[in-house]
């Protein structure tokens, strides 16, 4: 039985040829600690969009299994980070928008609930307005004063080069990664490694270029994988990304692991208002016009819901070293002994 499990294994992840994958490369997923419910927060915070009607009427593509929920409810937070631990993940980058945002008010909790779970946390430095390098230096101390110490900063091109090597080149004891596809830039500046976020935009056919720029120049690579994008009922945007029923999520990890990643970021947790999520979706929503995830690695109904939280724990088990390449067969590896993730990797096709 433990062997035909192994071919199965080895028929998700056929195309990463022996020695290609770089081993034990770690994880980290987007996380978004920023949605309300009217109950609760005193509106339905970033379900809202796009002239929407919550509960029943959200800005997503996708309706949650857990309904339209606050982020500032311990137990949903609690169950959150479970779900990303036992996916086998390495790391949650929460989404912070400077001191004092909603974002700020709720880090705490995060990081409690994360820690509990075995998680570490990094902080995601997002364009917050009036965003400067003396904020971003502030705000490096005062997250490192919670623990933190990754930092992933969106849109970074927003300051020249010079002036983030001026503040990085004063940092100890810390990684700052840098979400561009511009190597030189990244490298100019001081950080640490890149990251691209936006699954749309760079699709697995760039990582093996942007890993190889990355480490001739001693950078590390951290690309993105996501299993899709859809928020045209959150934003009105058009452009899609289909989920091809689990496809496109292989086709990127495959990608990742291919262009030999030091670590990979999934893209998301829970960005529902962009469809890249993997937290569980309803396979039964309130309204029609929702998508789900149904037919997603051959689950149906219920059983689908939770279909990319158990392929990404897959993935995981692969990337970390957990499960590893011999041959024709995969096997498990010394990363495996206690594993929640590389359990979840072989009960989920038994």
């Not at 062997?3 to 081993?23: C, F, K």
């Not at 937070?77 to 974002?103: C, L, N, P, R, Y």
């Amino acid at each position: 039985m433990r062997a035909r499990r192994a071919l199965i294994i080895l028929a998700l992840v056929a195309g990463v040829g022996a020695g290609a994958a770089r081993s034990e490369a770690r994880t980290a997923v987007f996380y978004y600690p920023w949605y309300g419910t009217q109950a609760r927060d005193g509106s339905y915070l970033h379900w809202r969009q796009h002239w929407r009607l919550p509960p029943f009427d959200i800005a997503s593509n996708f309706y949650p299994a857990r309904g339209a929920y606050s982020s500032g409810d311990p137990r949903v937070v609690a169950a959150q980070m479970g779900e990303i631990a036992d996916a086998g993940i390495d790391e949650v980058v929460t989404s912070w928008w400077g001191w004092g945002s909603f974002e700020d008010a709720r880090l705490p909790a995060v990081i409690a609930a994360a820690r509990a779970n075995g998680l570490r946390v990094a902080a995601h430095i997002e364009p917050y307005g009036g965003r400067t390098i003396e904020s971003v230096a502030a705000d490096v101390q005062h997250l490192r004063s919670l623990g933190i110490t990754d930092f992933y900063v969106y849109r970074p091109v927003q300051f020249a080069a010079e002036e983030w090597a001026a503040l990085l080149s004063g940092l100890d004891g810390v990684r700052v990664f840098a979400e561009t596809p511009l190597v030189g830039f990244a490298a100019r500046a001081g950080f640490d490694g890149v990251y691209t976020y936006d699954v749309l935009s760079y699709g697995g056919g760039t990582f093996a270029r942007l890993c190889a720029a990355a480490h001739r120049v001693k950078l590390l690579c951290l690309p993105s994988v996501g299993p899709g994008y859809a928020a045209s009922r959150a934003t009105g945007d058009r452009r899609m990304k289909p989920r091809r029923r689990g496809k496109t999520y292989d086709e990127m990890w495959r990608s990742a692991l291919r262009a030999r990643a030091d670590e990979v970021t999934i893209t998301s947790y829970n960005e529902w208002s962009e469809g890249t999520q993997i937290e569980p979706a309803s396979s039964d929503p309130p309204m029609l016009g929702y998508l789900s995830y149904d037919g997603a690695y051959g689950l149906h109904g219920p059983a689908a819901s939770r279909a990319y939280l158990a392929r990404t724990a897959c993935w995981v088990a692969v990337a970390s070293g957990a499960l590893v390449r011999r041959h024709s067969t995969f096997f498990a590896g010394p990363a495996a002994a206690g594993s929640r993730a590389a359990h979840t990797c072989t009960s989920v096709f038994s």
